[in-house]
């Protein structure tokens, strides 16, 4: 069982309101570039990139600073990750990201902010087995 | 637990790193149980940078000229370079360890990885000197949290590394939590024996839960080590940050980092499997160009060999595991044989972990002693590291030994019993017992191919041509495991290496031999001054030196200099000064190198060697010693006798174009010595002029001081 946030293109009308939302709960702040979620409309369709949890960077972490819930979700344990950035190269989505002037990456932990706010239901929580 | 004393203590302050360097470095005497810091001029940075070079003037100031492997006042130096323990890009945990070695009487130095040096960096020093010797067992014990250094009795009855390691992590870790935060260095009973060992450093395997060993194989460090009553070295560090090193530029290490992260990421599988079966994947390849040493390097290529081909060592490695040595390595060639049977010796069917084989003992303890099971030498390789003995040294030494026996030179009466036939996988393993138990015809072998040959002409009566001709050392040291005879340029790289014939200084083999990039002279001298500069530089950061070209951009075939890999010489460029904040470029680059490199070869001249007269191969690394090797290829150095000399070969005997062979090519090696010599600015005899010094900026009173002597 895992816990992901499912995105849905074709519904998404590119309001960015999940990046800001997103950006905001973790770094308190508006930039897109510190959302775990990234909608690139300059693409048709539309391009939503999240994480969708297949545990790719689980095993290329050296310090096991990254593990999976219960729930089937990645988490970073930041006080183990060394900040090498070989998970932001293993993932297959482009999923992981930091940003300039930080040390540890980060990543969508399926927590759902972002799908409340949504005003078209273009990302949803679900549950897959 | 064990009940150890305090034999001596030192508190020193912690200080934050400054962009890479600590500014000082740790001196520990032994004999004296005297702990001191010493501090790091600015003159030690411009002129040495780092790493080796700092391990090379701390050294030079601690030996004599005189100075034996033995003498009390000789040193074990570790040190870690300014770029060392960056998280960032791949293989930036190397520490180099350099002593005067018993095979040579000269500087070795060792590049190893493993988490010793970046946590002993990040502890607050630069290098890390040991001197004296102690009067009973003992362990250096480096506390990075504390800001402690101690000096601990070591009544541990423990020596062979893959248990004492495990047992001193768990021991100085303090908790579980902690296993990472620690690293050893240490040998193994062989080294009480014999002189041609290695030393360990390990790193935990947090998903193995056990310590793994990385090797400073070359030289015999692991005798100079017990012989100071050293049980083992141990640091710990809990600190690790993506920011540790203090970089003046975190941003482009960081990008330059990711970058290379994500070429490896999409280009090792189609590369060179560096993931999948680490530097194993050149076992076939080798083979496929005639370069495999089979039978003491007699010949490059055997069917049989396809037995130790790379897939049959990825069958035995646990894949998908990030194994690299040090954190932030995405190449992650350390690959490791989980759960193996050793069906010999004092762990007979205890499950163990074994690093390796990598290729160089695939090479030299499989094919060049005919030995096709990949278990078999997946055995040697445990028992080799666990004893503390070198791979090559004791592949080469063995594969002498077995030719010997070949020959009649040996028989089973001077071996004490043992059939050392090619191929004899027990004979083998047994030799190695004897080393680890001090007793036997193994403590003849351990003492090395160049005391063999003198103890075979000697006692034996054996014919010290043949014995000179087919002993594959140089200086003392055993070759590593390439063919050279067809490539004259990698002829001079084993040749003139410093501390004796090892690859790491020049791989010139496809470029000369397959490529035929470098036809003339000329060509091989520039390639033979800038590969071993380039590849120095590796050891002055703490860097390794595969990331460079076992990984290559897309597009490296397109640029001017493939072989350079000049995308990635700019990355390490960038890097640098990204760490150090310090300028830069190309070619600045290359006289950091030549400034330590020149003072190694003078400090080799210093204890005795290090000019032209050492740096002599033996013919088998040139040429075909015996008709039986001549025939084997004769179609090849046939039509070599009718190309190169205008020599019709119909009518000669084999030993007549034998020697027309070798007269060619002993000549061409001459040439190749006087066109290499006069692009690095030295002597026909070898000794760099006072002219380059002075260009290069080593024209130091010291330097100056031993270059009189031979002017």
């Given amino acids: 069982m895992k816990k992901l946030l499912k995105t849905y293109p074709d519904k998404c009308i590119a309001c960015h309101m999940c990046e800001s939302v997103c950006a905001n709960l973790y770094f308190k702040t508006d930039e897109a570039e510190k959302s775990c979620i990234r909608i690139n409309d300059s693409v048709s369709p539309i391009d939503m990139n999240v994480c969708n949890q297949c545990q790719a960077c689980v095993s290329a972490c050296p310090t096991k600073a990254l593990t999976v819930t219960a729930q089937g979700v990645v988490m970073l344990n930041k006080k183990l990750c060394i900040g090498c950035y070989m998970c932001i190269a293993a993932c297959p989505t482009d999923s992981m990201h930091r940003y300039l002037g930080g040390l540890n990456p980060f990543k969508c932990i399926a927590c759902g902010a972002c799908a409340k706010t949504c005003p078209v239901e273009a990302i949803k929580i679900e549950t897959e087995e | ?711």
């Fill in chain 2, 1 to 711: 637990m064990e009940n150890r004393k305090v034999l001596a203590e030192y508190k020193y302050e912690l200080k934050p790193i400054i962009r890479g360097y600590n500014r000082r470095t740790l001196y520990v005497n032994l004999s004296t149980l005297e702990i001191k810091e010493k501090p790091v001029s600015d003159m030690m940075i411009e002129k040495f940078t780092g790493g080796k070079g700092f391990d090379m003037y701390l050294m030079w100031h601690g030996v004599k000229d005189d100075t034996k492997w033995n003498d009390p006042e000789n040193e074990i130096c570790i040190s870690f370079g300014p770029l060392c323990g960056n998280t960032n890009y791949p293989g930036s945990g190397k520490s180099i360890v350099t002593t005067i070695s018993p095979l040579t009487g000269i500087p070795v130095d060792c590049n190893v990885g493993g988490h010793f040096g970046p946590y002993t960096k990040f502890s607050g020093w630069d290098a890390l000197e040991i001197q004296g010797k102690s009067s009973e067992e003992a362990i250096v014990f480096i506390d990075g949290d504390k800001g402690l250094v101690q000096i601990l009795s070591a009544p541990d009855t423990e020596i062979n590394s893959h248990i004492l390691s495990d047992k001193l992590h768990e021991e100085f870790a303090g908790g579980e939590e902690h296993l990472q935060h620690v690293s050893t260095v240490s040998s193994g009973t062989a080294s009480d024996h014999v002189e041609i060992t290695c030393l360990n450093f390990s790193f935990w395997d947090k998903r193995r839960k056990l310590a793994r060993l990385k090797q400073a194989g070359r030289g015999g460090t692991g005798t100079v080590f017990r012989n100071k009553k050293l049980k083992a070295l141990v640091v710990k560090y809990s600190s690790l940050a993506g920011d540790t090193n203090a970089p003046e530029d975190i941003e482009t290490l960081q990008n330059t980092g990711l970058k290379l992260h994500k070429e490896i990421e999409k280009g090792d599988s189609s590369q060179c499997h560096m993931r999948e079966m680490g530097t194993a994947h050149l076992m076939e390849i080798m083979n496929d160009y005639d370069l495999l040493p089979i039978k003491n390097f007699k010949y490059g290529q055997m069917p049989e060999a396809i037995a130790l081909a790379s897939w049959e060592f990825k069958k035995l490695f646990t894949q998908g595991m990030p194994d690299g040595c040090w954190f932030g390595c995405s190449l992650s060639c350390c690959k490791a044989v989980d759960d193996f049977l050793p069906r010999t010796g004092p762990y007979k069917g205890q499950p163990v972990c074994v690093d390796g084989p990598e290729y160089e003992t695939g090479a030299g303890c499989g094919s060049n002693l005919c030995i096709w099971d990949p278990k078999d030498v997946v055995e040697i390789n445990f028992y080799c590291d666990t004893y503390g003995v070198d791979t090559i040294s004791f592949g080469t030494s063995t594969a002498f030994a077995m030719e010997c026996y070949e020959y009649g030179i040996l028989n089973k009466e001077r071996t004490g019993g043992l059939e050392l036939t090619w191929g004899n996988a027990d004979a083998a393993l047994e030799l190695l017992h004897q080393m680890a138990r001090g007793e036997g015809f193994g403590l003849t072998v351990g003492k090395g191919v160049r005391k063999m040959k003198e103890i075979f002409a000697r006692e034996y009566g054996a014919d010290p041509q043949l014995l000179q001709d087919m002993g594959m050392e140089a200086k003392g040291l055993e070759y590593s495991q390439y063919m050279s005879k067809e490539s004259l340029a990698q002829q001079g790289g084993y040749t003139l290496a410093l501390k004796g014939p090892q690859h790491d200084e020049a791989w010139l083999i496809f470029m000369d031999m397959v490529n035929n990039l470098i036809p003339s002279f000329e060509d091989k001298a520039e390639a033979l001054h800038y590969f071993p500069m380039f590849r120095t530089w590796f050891g002055l950061q703490g860097l390794c030196k595969l990331p460079w070209n076992d990984i290559e951009p897309e597009d490296n075939a397109k640029t001017d200099e493939p072989a350079k890999v000049p995308e990635h010489v700019q990355n390490y460029v960038d890097i640098y000064k990204a760490v150090t904040g310090r300028p830069l470029d190309k070619k600045e680059l290359i006289l950091q190198s030549e400034r330590v490199y020149n003072f190694q070869k003078v400090f080799c001249m210093r204890m005795g060697k290090g000019r032209r007269i050492d740096d002599v191969p033996p013919y088998r690394a040139v040429g075909p010693v015996t008709e039986e090797e001549y025939l084997s290829r004769q179609e090849r150095y046939d039509k070599q006798l009718q190309d190169k000399l205008g020599i019709d070969p119909s009518g000669l005997s084999t030993a007549e174009k034998m020697a027309l062979t070798r007269k060619h090519r002993e000549d061409q090696y001459q040439q190749l010595i006087d066109a290499v010599y006069k692009r690095k600015g030295w002597t026909p005899e070898g000794v760099p002029t006072l002219q380059h010094l002075s260009s290069i900026g080593m024209d130091l009173p010291e330097v100056l001081e031993v270059i009189k002597r031979y002017q």
